[in-house]
């Protein structure tokens, strides 16, 4: 049960998720991640909302943005640790099942539980991907 318990708290979407958002991307990705930050508008590409985007990326995909940053955006892999890479790799896919039906998210369900139970970080070894950037 504790452990149940565990895995629904690490994997909503909490206040530490929000702080580290806030503080690092919400300037420009918006409190919605809609891609309406404060600083979108004087950007040279509009940072994409993420309800359009995210869901045809995989995790991988997502994980390697914020790692290695795209375009304008800057790379986050020198200044976040592992799990706050993948704090916000969750928060982005909160943001973009913000504002959709039910019956939308109903279909990932599944998907989204069995993200959240398996331990990313003992699956995919993160700790040396994340930081070196590929030769
Ligand atoms: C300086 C502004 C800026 C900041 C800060 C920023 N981003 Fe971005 N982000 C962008 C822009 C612009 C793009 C589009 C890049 C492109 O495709 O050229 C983008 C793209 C992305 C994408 C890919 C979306 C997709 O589906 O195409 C993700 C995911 C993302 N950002 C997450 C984050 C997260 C998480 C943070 C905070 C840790 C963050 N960004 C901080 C500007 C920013």
Same mark, same amino acid.
């Given at each position: 049960m504790l452990v149940l318990l565990a895995?629904? %708290? *690490?994997? *909503?979407?909490?206040?530490?998720m929000d702080a580290l958002y806030a503080e690092r991307c919400l300037n420009c990705h918006g409190p919605g991640g809609g891609g309406d930050g404060r600083l979108a508008a004087s950007l040279p590409v509009r #940072? #994409?909302? !993420?309800?359009?985007?995210v869901q045809r990326k995989s995790n991988s995909q997502i994980r390697n %943005?914020? &790692?290695? *940053? &795209?375009? %304008?955006? #800057? &790379? !986050? *892999? #020198? %200044?976040?640790r592992p799990s706050e890479i993948n704090d916000m790799l969750q928060m982005v896919r909160f943001l973009s099942r913000e504002g959709r039906d039910l019956a939308w998210w109903e279909k990932f369900d599944t998907l989204v539980v069995a993200h959240c139970s398996i331990p990313w970080e003992t699956v995919l070894g993160y700790d040396d991907a994340a930081g070196a950037p590929k030769p």
């Open positions: 895995l629904c %708290v *690490g994997c *909503g979407r909490n206040e530490r #940072p #994409p909302d !993420f309800r359009d985007t %943005v914020i &790692a290695q *940053g &795209a375009g %304008v955006m #800057p &790379a !986050f *892999g #020198p %200044v976040l």
